[in-house]
């Protein structure tokens, strides 16, 4: 019976020791083969190698007297491992057990003689693991909760002041028909109707406790639903009054502008050394909070109430300092 599989033993052999650099030889086939208690010959191999690209593999072949032999592709070229791998170690929402795991799941797409190109130590700046550990099955869960349009139900985690973690609302059950999933500031957050908010709302994932597919009804997306639009109001500036804003900005600031609000922001030139964007924001906390990242460099020009709140909080930040 062994000897029938024989092709699948050179596959296997190839795929666990070759790549473009480190081709093997019929003669290193034939001595693994034989280590199996296989018996072939230079015929045999350069057969069953043909009977492998046949079906679909990708098998190089430098022919020569001693041909060799390689894998061309696995799927996954090793650049592209590269950036996944990167990617897990910079996610926030992947604990740091679970991305040793991982990056061990990926680096086994490439060939052993690979596998020290992807050992990277990558230095992701402000980056704090989630300590749990359950976030991608959370995640997992709630993907198929879309899919299958089921309601999920779960506990909120908040913190106290003394960092402790607790139950938000001593422990309320949250019932929430999810709708999307969205990966925002190393976050992974999901939007859904929530039947205690009565509305649309985002929850981050690796704060659910356990989310558990519901046999309670689900509410289908309302018709006004949009979530390109939900996503720049809460996300670009959170919750707040949506207001249309005129700043003056200084030149050097367009590059920050349109990193904010998109190449389509609205600009015009004010004077030699400043322009003016108009745009459309939650009036909150976090919008004024950006503006005065810039130290007097974007300066609110209208409407007037939106100066004044803004003069007043400064005001009020100062008198506290």
Not at 12 to 22: A, F, G, M, R, V
Not at 207 to 226: E, G, V
Not at 284 to 291: E, L, N, R, V, Y
Request: hydrophobic letters at 35%; charged letters at 25%.
């Amino acid at each position: 019976m062994i000897n029938k599989n024989r092709a699948i033993y050179v596959f296997k052999y190839l795929w666990d020791h070759t790549d473009e650099e480190h081709p093997a030889t019929t003669k290193d086939i034939i001595a693994h083969l034989a280590s199996l208690g296989i018996s072939t010959t230079r015929k045999t191999v350069a057969d069953d190698v043909a009977e492998l690209q046949s079906g679909g593999f990708d098998i190089v072949v430098n022919r020569s007297r001693q041909n060799e032999y390689f894998i061309g592709s696995r799927n996954l070229e090793l650049p592209e491992l590269k950036l996944i791998i990167d990617a897990v170690q910079a996610a926030k929402f992947i604990s740091p057990k679970k991305s040793v795991e991982l990056i061990g799941k990926i680096s086994a797409l490439a060939s052993p003689h690979q596998g020290d190109e992807l050992k990277r130590n990558l230095f992701v700046d402000g980056k704090v693991k989630t300590s749990n550990e359950k976030v991608y099955y959370a995640v997992d869960t709630l993907f198929t909760a879309i899919q299958t349009e089921k309601a999920v139900t779960f506990k909120y985690i908040e913190y106290t002041a003394e960092k402790k973690k607790v139950y938000k609302h001593k422990g309320q059950i949250y019932i929430l028909s999810p709708y999307d999933m969205v990966w925002c500031s190393d976050a992974y957050y999901v939007l859904g109707f929530s039947e205690s908010h009565g509305k649309v709302v985002k929850f981050r994932v690796d704060r659910m406790h356990r989310p558990t597919l519901s046999d309670k009804p689900y509410r289908p997306k309302p018709d006004n639903y949009d979530i390109s639009e939900f996503c720049r109001q809460v996300f670009s500036m959170y919750d707040g009054t949506l207001c249309t804003v005129e700043l003056k900005c200084e030149n050097s600031l367009m590059k920050s502008v349109i990193d904010r609000f998109g190449e389509d922001v609205q600009t015009r030139l004010f004077d030699c050394t400043h322009f003016i964007a108009t745009v459309e924001v939650s009036v909150s906390p976090t919008f004024f909070a950006w503006i005065f990242t810039y130290n007097g460099k974007i300066q609110i020009i209208s409407p007037e109430m939106v100066k004044r709140e803004y003069a007043d909080r400064l005001k009020m930040a100062l008198d506290k300092a």
